[in-house]
């Protein structure tokens, strides 16, 4: 699957709408963390953010195979994963210091 330089865009801003719910996750392990056991809340927070990621750009580039009518083979859902988290590796430290900053 070729990824063209809209589809970076696109993962780009799926990245930014993961990012956002930052506080919402926040609120939400805050009211219930009396009864979870977590070590870290930055990085379950961070966990949540990379699935979040994960889920829909995966869910994109699938939907974008489809309508595209591409072939699916490994290699190329592995080409579109790898791209995929190339973006997200690249933005590690910003969604960190999100993360601390709430």
Do not use: C
């Not at 070729?2 to 506080?23: C, F, H, M, V, Y």
């Not at 995929?84 to 960190?96: A, C, M, Y």
């Amino acid at each position: 699957m070729e990824i063209t330089g809209e589809d970076r865009i696109e993962l780009e801003n799926l990245l930014k709408i993961a990012t956002s719910q930052i506080p919402k996750y926040f609120n939400v392990i805050n009211s219930v963390k009396k009864n979870w056991q977590i070590k870290d809340i930055n990085e379950f927070i961070f966990g949540m953010v990379f699935e979040k990621y994960i889920h829909e750009s995966g869910q994109y580039l699938s939907n974008k195979g489809i309508d595209e009518n591409q072939p699916n083979s490994i290699e190329s859902t592995m080409e579109a994963y790898n791209t995929g988290i190339e973006i997200f590796s690249d933005k590690v430290l910003d969604i960190k210091r999100q993360i601390q900053e709430n």
